[in-house]
């Protein structure tokens, strides 16, 4: 039985020119455009689950598979612009928000070719 669930708008963020490098830079820069979709989630999800569904969702509605193979998510910010700790659950950050307008996950892309400037190890990132 499914938990109780919120509804999140995410808004994955056109990718930067600082986060893009490389021979296919210029192809990246116009690939990744602004995005802007809801996603139902439920409280109890970690924002390491969100993030992997964030990816896919953006994945398969937006990019083709050539283009997938490049994406990558930086980090998630919430509609403040504080980083989001992949063990932290959505219920824990979003449930006492009474705006509806700031249930929103940003998404910060960079092109997979570059190295990300999140340490290894950090909690805003997913374990793989």
Same mark, same amino acid.
């Given at each position: 039985?499914?938990?109780p669930?919120?509804? %999140?708008t995410v808004?994955v963020e ?8 490389? !021979? ?8 990744f &455009? !602004?995005? &802007?979709?809801a996603?139902?989630? $439920? /409280? #109890?999800?970690t924002f !390491? =689950? ?5 990816e896919?969702?953006y994945k =398969?509605?937006y990019?083709?598979?050539? $283009?997938?193979? =490049?994406? +990558?998510?930086?980090?998630?910010q #919430?509609?403040?612009?504080?980083? %989001? #700790?992949?063990?932290?659950t ?8 009474? #705006?509806?307008?700031?249930?929103m996950? &940003? ?5 997979a070719?570059r190295? =990300? +400037?999140v340490?290894?190890g +950090?909690? /805003?990132?997913? $374990?793989?």
């Amino acid at each position: 039985m499914a938990g109780p669930r919120m509804r %999140l708008t995410v808004l994955v963020e056109a990718l930067a020119e600082e986060n893009a490098y490389g !021979e296919y830079r210029e192809i990246a820069l116009a690939a990744f &455009k !602004e995005r &802007k979709f809801a996603m139902p989630v $439920q /409280l #109890d999800d970690t924002f !390491e =689950t969100v993030w992997r569904d964030i990816e896919q969702r953006y994945k =398969t509605n937006y990019l083709a598979p050539h $283009q997938a193979a =490049t994406f +990558s998510i930086k980090k998630l910010q #919430d509609a403040y612009d504080c980083d %989001l #700790d992949m063990t932290d659950t959505v219920g824990a950050i979003f449930e006492g928000e009474p #705006d509806r307008k700031l249930h929103m996950i &940003k998404v910060v892309p960079h092109f997979a070719y570059r190295e =990300t +400037s999140v340490v290894p190890g +950090s909690m /805003l990132r997913p $374990q793989k």
